[in-house]
């Protein structure tokens, strides 16, 4: 979840909807007024930043802000163990749990398990890690909103003491 400038060298193409398949329609020359859409054969899934990730994870951006909207998406596939470096988010982030068993932490607080089907809210400012558990892999959307053309702050990695510290029992 790096930030949206960071990422977007990999957001290559978009396709304009509202004309019939076998004619082209240039897109309204006004913005915003253009249906998008982002084929999934365009955007790559490229590996976390090491600064801001501990093992394994894959980062694709799905969408950037277009036009007022200040909302960016991206997917995050972390596996066993992997997680995010302590970070914020000036206006928080929403995390859509797509797959697998994940685990979530604010600052100061306990470490609490996602499943498959959760829908977690991080408040603005929360200082928070996330990522999955030891024994499973997850898949998480994850959007956030910018502010001041940015969407995330990261900190200093989450240690093997604190990942490992009070995690829960993931048969919840």
Same mark, same amino acid.
């Given at each position: ?59 694709? !951006? ?9 909302? &960016? =998406?991206? @997917? %995050?596939?972390?596996?066993? /163990? *992997? ?21 979530? !932490? ?9 499943? &498959? =089907?959760? @829908? %977690?809210?991080?408040?603005? /400012? *929360? ?46």
């Amino acid at each position: 979840m790096r930030s949206v400038k960071a990422l977007s060298s990999s957001f290559i193409a978009l396709s304009f909807c509202g004309a019939s398949s076998s004619t082209a329609q240039a897109p309204s020359s006004v913005q915003g007024t253009s249906i998008e859409i982002s084929s999934a054969e365009t955007r790559t899934s490229n590996p976390g930043a090491p600064a801001n990730f501990t093992g394994t994870a894959q980062v694709e !951006q799905l969408f950037s802000a277009h036009g007022a909207s200040r909302l &960016t =998406g991206g @997917v %995050v596939t972390f596996q066993p /163990g *992997a997680r995010s470096a302590w970070h914020t988010h000036p206006l928080g982030q929403i995390l859509i749990i797509t797959a697998g068993t994940g685990l979530v !932490q604010q600052w100061g607080g306990p470490i609490c398990i996602m499943k &498959t =089907g959760d @829908v %977690v809210w991080i408040p603005a /400012g *929360a200082k928070h890690w996330h990522g999955a558990s030891s024994s499973s892999f997850v898949t998480q959307m994850a959007l956030q909103e910018l502010l001041d053309g940015k969407n995330v702050d990261w900190l200093e990695p989450v240690s093997d003491q604190q990942y490992s510290a009070g995690v829960p029992n993931v048969s919840r």
